[in-house]
């Protein structure tokens, strides 16, 4: 065993340690991750795929991660720029939606009820729109972390959420709007 200059510490015990403080921050982020995931992509497989191939991208670049309180800002950073990049390969456009639907209907964990009309709207804002959206208002993200996390400026931040809120309010259903809940009650 090789051991680090003067320290008594193995090259194989620094592996071990890294390897279980990033298997501990992987355990307590797992869920908030997927959660962000799901938020971004719009579906639970491809938030699955999503979070494997951040994690994956987190773990090689572990070590160089100074500051171990900036982690979950570089990874939704790898979330939001791996789900870009997803949509601009070539193997996404031959995808087809079919008409045809299953035998049996898909049950999603993440759905409660009006959000998932909330959430169908959501989805159709432009990406950008859309990665402003899930991380300032699902995420609960100040506009300076998200900000941060896009690598664009706060104003960026503000407008594109203001955009994005009022494409909303022009697209939800009559359902959704506050003034129609009232009158429920």
């Not at 991750?33 to 999503?50: K, V």
């Not at 996404?92 to 909330?118: I, M, W």
């Not at 100040?142 to 022009?170: C, M, N, P, W, Y």
């Amino acid at each position: 065993m090789q051991t680090l200059t003067g320290t008594g510490v193995t090259m194989g015990d620094r592996a071990q340690v890294r390897d279980a403080e990033f298997e501990a921050y992987m355990q307590a982020r797992q869920p908030s991750l997927l959660r962000t995931a799901y938020l971004l992509t719009g579906n639970r497989h491809n938030a699955e795929d999503l979070v494997q191939t951040s994690l994956a991208k987190l773990y090689l670049a572990w070590d160089k991660v100074q500051d171990r309180g900036s982690v979950d800002g570089y990874v939704r950073r790898i979330m939001v720029n791996e789900n870009n990049s997803l949509w601009r390969r070539g193997w996404k456009k031959r995808e087809h939606a079919s008409d045809t639907l299953p035998e049996h209907p898909v049950v999603d964990e993440y759905d409660e009820g009006r959000s998932s009309q909330l959430w169908e709207v959501v989805q159709t804002l432009p990406r950008k729109q859309r990665a402003v959206v899930v991380l300032r208002y699902y995420e609960q993200l100040t506009e300076a972390e998200v900000a941060e996390i896009l690598g664009i400026s706060v104003g960026t931040v503000k407008s594109q959420a203001s955009r994005a809120l009022a494409t909303l309010r022009g697209r939800a259903p009559e359902s959704l709007h506050p003034r129609h809940s009232e009158e429920e009650r």
